[in-house]
């Protein structure tokens, strides 16, 4: 249920397809919606699809469902196959069933990319056989044969995904969580709902497991006496080693994980130096949290310091993280489309410039998009503050986030142009035009993607193609 176009849906009818099973693949999109994913699937000889519907008879005749994780469940296909006794499975669910090796599960509102990429890098060279997998554009089952019981399994896993861990009742042996910011309230009826699914990563751990939480956000320090497991904390605040002692006790002691000590990272109460943070490679703040996220794991697992210090010069992040796409006439043009919620933007802008050390006013924002009913005042001040000029895609929220501006300047007086664009390709050729040297041109929308895009990828992709024809 849900083929898709991010790659997950492929993998799912390419694991049932291997195994012999009958396959019938529905979704609502149309098949020239789908084109992209149904291509890549026409060598599967005897998959049936059902598109731009779903039909009532196949979720009651159906011996198992796969529902795509985005599928909410109160859908009402999913409610006539249970009234049907027809079981509901993810691809998440049924790999925690077959997986033998440990599993190290990485969530966050923000930051679970970077920091799992991140742990792979750190583990690889001194477990070769580490995998990463999860919330990147495939599904997990088609990594199950690479694993054997002493694989170590890198999962980045969605508030979406953890939901459908639910009926197994598991939780990775090792769990992070970045941190818990608003988002997608367009899906979820309230934080509490949000943050029940984000739970799931460490709810069934048993004692021996291990938690590693981000001691500078309080929601997850209010969730942490609920954990069974051993917590690890990470800090960018020196102050958190003093603080460790005055924790609510838990059902195990907490320990202190991977810190930041003026421009040092240290790890553990015995102070082991890990790196400076000259060895960082990525932008912002934000980053920095991610990296002591991964060090912590790194740890755990023994990784030496010198492994993890060479990887942090190396590793320069992920495709549409901040990631510098081009300069041209002393003006950089930068890719971070993975901001979908505006706390993202915020960070993103104001790890720029720190960076680059830049006066306000030399930042060319394009933001805009679909809206998950989320709040953009906070955003709307700093781009009031910071920014040269706002160019603005379509999108549900991108009103909202205009009105949001304008109230912001309005109050403080200031001009700050707001110009709206029919498409990506216009936006990047009209930021070219007013940029001067030394001016950043950033795509980081705070937005989703859907309704203009297929995903936030293709959003990405049609910035770069847009900048490279410059």
Request: proline fraction near 4%; hydrophobic fraction near 40%; aromatic fraction near 8%.
């Amino acid at each position: 249920m849900g083929i898709g176009l991010h790659g997950g849906g492929l993998g799912v009818i390419n694991f049932f397809y291997q195994a012999g099973a009958k396959i019938l693949a529905t979704d609502l999109r149309t098949r020239r919606e789908l084109r992209e994913s149904l291509d890549a699937l026409r060598n599967f000889h005897g998959v049936r699809y059902v598109l731009g519907q779903h039909r009532e008879e196949d979720f009651k005749n159906a011996d198992l469902i796969i529902k795509n994780p985005a599928v909410p469940n109160e859908s009402k296909f999913l409610k006539i196959a249970k009234k049907a006794g027809v079981p509901i499975e993810t691809d998440i669910g049924i790999f925690f069933e077959l997986c033998p090796a440990t599993i190290i599960g990485v969530t966050g509102s923000r930051g679970k990319s970077t920091t799992a990429s991140l742990i792979y890098q750190f583990l690889k060279p001194k477990h070769p056989d580490t995998v990463l997998a999860g919330n990147i554009r495939m599904s997990v089952l088609e990594k199950l044969q690479e694993i054997q019981k002493t694989t170590l399994v890198v999962l980045e896993l969605s508030s979406w995904q953890l939901n459908g861990l639910t009926p197994q009742k598991k939780s990775p042996q090792v769990s992070v969580i970045t941190n818990i910011i608003h988002d997608h309230l367009d899906r979820y009826n309230s934080m509490k709902d949000y943050i029940l699914d984000k739970k799931v990563i460490f709810q069934f751990q048993k004692s021996n497991n291990f938690l590693v939480l981000n001691y500078d956000d309080e929601i997850l320090k209010n969730l942490a006496p609920e954990a069974k497991s051993k917590i690890y904390y990470y800090s960018i605040n020196a102050q958190t080693i003093g603080e460790l002692e005055k924790l609510p006790k838990t059902s195990q002691e907490s320990r202190l994980g991977a810190y930041l000590a003026g421009e040092s990272i240290f790890f553990g109460a015995a102070k082991e130096k890990i790196a400076e943070l000259s060895d960082i490679k990525l932008i912002g703040r934000h980053n920095i949290s991610n990296v002591l996220a991964a060090v912590t794991v790194a740890k755990l697992f023994n990784v030496p310091a010198r492994i993890i210090k060479k990887t942090l010069n190396s590793f320069e992040g992920l495709s549409g993280r901040i990631q510098l796409i081009k300069e041209i006439n002393g003006v950089k043009y930068i890719n971070d489309t993975a901001s979908t919620i505006p706390e993202a933007a915020i960070a993103a802008i104001s790890g720029l410039s720190s960076r680059y050390c830049l006066e306000p006013r030399r930042i060319i924002l394009i933001t805009g998009g679909a809206d998950k009913n989320l709040d953009f005042r906070d955003f709307a001040a700093i781009l009031a503050k910071q920014t040269k000029a706002v160019l603005m895609l379509p999108g549900t929220a991108t009103q909202k986030i205009e009105n949001q501006i304008k109230k912001a300047i309005f109050n403080k007086k200031i001009k700050l142009p707001i110009k709206r664009f029919s498409s990506i390709e216009k936006t990047v050729s009209f930021a070219a035009k007013i940029a001067k040297p030394g001016d950043i041109v950033l795509l980081s929308p705070g937005c989703a993607s859907f309704g203009v895009f297929r995903n936030q990828y293709e959003r990405g992709e049609k910035f770069n193609q847009a900048v490279n024809k410059l």
